[in-house]
């Protein structure tokens, strides 16, 4: 749970039977992180994103389903959450997504 505290992860239920074990992967680039994450049981997580970045997440094979706030977000689409913005994200079992989060200004160069 503390890994994906800097993706904005507040809290994290897990709703499938069994023992939770996740994979995450994350890369920093100065300000922009990119993560990928396997997940072998279902779950509900609440997500706020920090209020300088945006948060773009997608699932990463055909198999994987997350709900985004009652949304379903299948293989080719992706949701995205603004500045600030609080969501609930479910899966109903073995999910494989990615995110990223760049930043949404440039900082002044010195």
């Keep these: 749970m ?3 505290r800097p993706e904005g992860c507040l809290g994290l239920l897990v709703t499938g039977p069994g023992q939770f074990r996740a994979r995450l992967t994350q890369v920093g680039l ?17 997500v706020a994103v920090p209020a300088d970045m945006i948060l773009v997440s997608l699932p990463l094979d055909t198999g994987s389903t997350a709900i985004w706030g009652g949304i379903r977000v299948g293989a080719g689409e992706f949701t995205t959450l603004g500045l600030g913005q609080r969501s609930h994200m479910r899966t109903e079992g073995p999910c494989r997504w990615g995110s990223t989060s760049p930043p949404t200004a440039t900082p002044p160069l010195s």
Excluded: K
Aim: aromatic residues 0%; without cysteine; proline residues 5%.
């Design 30 to 46: 100065h300000r922009l992180r990119i993560s990928a994450t396997d997940e072998p049981l279902s779950r509900v997580a609440v």
């Design 2 to 4: 503390a890994a994906l």
